[in-house]
Every structure is written in structure tokens, then in C-alpha cells.
T-cell receptor, first 111, second 112 residues
Framework: QKEVEQDPGPLSVPEGAIVSLNCTYS??????FMWYRQYSRKGPELLMY????GNKEDGRFTAQVDKSSKYISLFIRDSQPSDSATYLC???????????FGQGTTLQVKP | KAGVTQTPRYLIKTRGQQVTLSCSPI?????VSWYQQTPGQGLQFLFE???????NKGNFPGRFSGRQFSNSRSEMNVSTLELGDSALYLC???????????FGSGTRLTVV
């Protein structure tokens, strides 16, 4: 079993939809939780960075962390075709520089 | 502010050869991590350097090695290349404690 599980999709939604992306994890020692977006032929781009449990909002993006359930989510409101990419969750124990990634979810937003 | 720069962008090597990849972190960033990305395994951690010292290492064979210079630039070396080493190699940098990592665009290595 992988430490971080993420549904690879693909996920296809119409423009303007609310998108929900999720990851589950098994290591209760994870403290830092991140969401990255990766376009084809590019490196991952950091979207959200949270420490411990709770919600964090940045524009159309909201990240949620539920440590009791070992579950994190990323919500995208008013999705746009430009949001079409692969979304990766990542986690770390402390600040070791060692990020454990989910497999990534491929999202397509259709105009 | 310049981002993380990786060179070269693309590389084709023959099985058995060795290769060196380079990463220039964002100015002021002292931590550099390396990752291998493949369709089957996703993103996997190789190692991390902080102030020229390897601070953490992933589960890769000894053929994979790295180093960091005093200006924080980092290199990764893979010896005796195998076909399975074909992947996108990503470098990420961070200022240090409790901060997030910024990735470069990667080096696409193809082993033939």
C-alpha cells in the first residue's frame, strides 16, 4: 500500500463547475500538506501549502486537511479550461525536503 | 526573480553510460531536492541537500548520487544507465525550514 493514495482520474468537468480533488494517506506523522499543478512538459507548480489541519483559501482554490481522517482535499471553484492539468498532492514529515506525492489526478475542464 | 533552472532540458544516452544533470536553485535558497518522475511510479524522492550536506536520501540504488556546491547549485549523477532510468528528473529548491519547495521544469532523460 502506498503512503499517499490519489485517484488518477481522468476527471472531466464543464467550465464553471466546482472540482473536488482528494488524497488519503496512511502516515500520521505527516505535518505539511501541499497541492501542486503540473502542465504537460512542465515542472509541478505549488498551488497551496498548509501546515496541520484546517482550511486555507486562495482565490478560487480551497485546501482542506483532516488529520483525524488522514484525508486532504482541494476544491476549485468556477473552473476554467486553463485549469486543465494534472494535480498532485504532496506531504512531508517535518522539513526534511522529502515530499511524498500522490499519483496525480488529470483534470480536463471543457469550454 | 529567476526560478529553478535545470540543464539540459533533454538528454539521450546509451545504456551503460553515465550522465550528470545540473540544477541552479532560486537565489537565496539553500535546500535542493531531486525527484524522478515516471508514468508508472509517479514522483519519487531521490535525495535532498542543504548547505552542501546530504540531509535525506530516498530508496534508489547507489548508481544515483548527487552533490551541492557552496553557491547552492546542485548536480545529480547517474552511472551505468539502465533503460528504466528513462524519466523526467526534477529539482526543487527551498529557503529552508518549514517552507515550500519550488520546482524546475526538469530534465527529460531517455536511455536507449
Amino acid at each position: 500500500q502506498k503512503e499517499v493514495e490519489q485517484d488518477p482520474g481522468p476527471l472531466s468537468v464543464p467550465e464553471g463547475a466546482i472540482v473536488s480533488l482528494n488524497c488519503t494517506y496512511s502516515n500520521s506523522a505527516f505535518q505539511y500538506f501541499m497541492w501542486y499543478r503540473q502542465y504537460s512538459r512542465k515542472g509541478p507548480e505549488l498551488l497551496m501549502y498548509t501546515y496541520s489541519s484546517g482550511n486555507k483559501e486562495d482565490g478560487r482554490f480551497t485546501a482542506q486537511v483532516d488529520k483525524s481522517s488522514k484525508y486532504i482535499s482541494l476544491f476549485i471553484r468556477d473552473s476554467q479550461p486553463s485549469d486543465s492539468a494534472t494535480y498532485l498532492c504532496a506531504m512531508s514529515v517535518g522539513n526534511t525536503g522529502k515530499l511524498i506525492f500522490g499519483q496525480g489526478t488529470t483534470l480536463q475542464v471543457k469550454p | 526573480k529567476a526560478g529553478v533552472t535545470q540543464t539540459p532540458r533533454y538528454l539521450i544516452k546509451t545504456r551503460g553510460q553515465q550522465v550528470t544533470l545540473s540544477c541552479s536553485p532560486i537565489s537565496g535558497h539553500r535546500s535542493v531536492s531531486w525527484y524522478q518522475q515516471t508514468p508508472g511510479q509517479g514522483l519519487q524522492f531521490l535525495f535532498e541537500y542543504f548547505s552542501e550536506t546530504q540531509r535525506n536520501k530516498g530508496n534508489f540504488p547507489g548508481r544515483f548520487s548527487g552533490r551541492q556546491f557552496s553557491n547552492s547549485r546542485s548536480e545529480m549523477n547517474v552511472s551505468t544507465l539502465e533503460l528504466g532510468d528513462s524519466a523526467l528528473y526534477l529539482c526543487a529548491s527551498s529557503p529552508g525550514q518549514g517552507t515550500s519547495y519550488t520546482f524546475g521544469s526538469g530534465t527529460r532523460l531517455t536511455v536507449v
